[in-house]
């Protein structure tokens, strides 16, 4: 793999890590709440199981919360004081240019065309695209999707990277990963094409033990990054340095083997901060 590097403002990252009183409540996301604290709004997924996930009860669970609330507190604030925001692949980019949010964690892949729009902190995570199938299916590469149907999610870049492998492929975008399981549950897919890191997570549901098998084809290079407002510099040096404590301090393998471990997902080491696998 290639590595280059990400923005002059990830360079950064090797200053020491921001001190509690980081980010304030001037923030434009952050406002007094009745008891005078300041908030924080940080976008997520909702539907991404070991990643994002909103739980019954209304708690989040997933490494890109645990990477979102490990940074939020060294800006300066505390669990009770971030709001998680929902925010799927066709919007994060605007979510972030009307200021919902002060920055997103969401298996947000570094893209030059992202960029264009979005600053990044990061990477914090490499993973790599990959389909899931059901666990009898004969199909074992990219080709074998011609002719068949395929469920990605709008904004994701995943199905394009298929579309050029399989051009005869029968795409189906829906708004959310869960739909997508459920479509290949069913048999209306005849397979998912996301991050494996993403499908590893719905794989290890209980409802859907033994039912799928990821591919293991590691068709592309996906370096997560926090996407901040475009031009917030300042933020960004924030985060890569808060990032770069989360890895030396054991907290970054901590939450990773917590949130992938029960699904035997073979993950990769911790990326240098500001630097791209290519």
Sequence with gaps: MKLRKVTAASAAVLALAVGATACGSSDNNSSSSSGGGKKIKIGIKYDQPGLGLKEPNGSFSGFDVDVATYVAGKLGYKPNQIEFVETKSADRENALQRGDVKFIVASYSITDERKQKVDFAGPYFLAHQDLLVKSDSKITKGTDLNGKKLCSVTGSTSAQKIVKIAPKVNLKENSGYSECVSSLQSGAVDALTTDDSI?????????????????????????????????DTATVNKINDALTSMVSD??????????????NYKYEPAPKIGVIVQ
């Design 199 to 231: 499908l590893a997570g719905y794989a290890s549901q209980a409802q859907y033990k033994g039912q799928f098998k990821l591919l293991g084809l590691k068709l592309s290079n996906e370096n997560y990054g926090i996407g901040v407002k475009k031009g």
């Design 250 to 263: 054991g907290t970054w393998k901590k939450d990773v083997e917590k949130n992938f471990g029960p699904a």
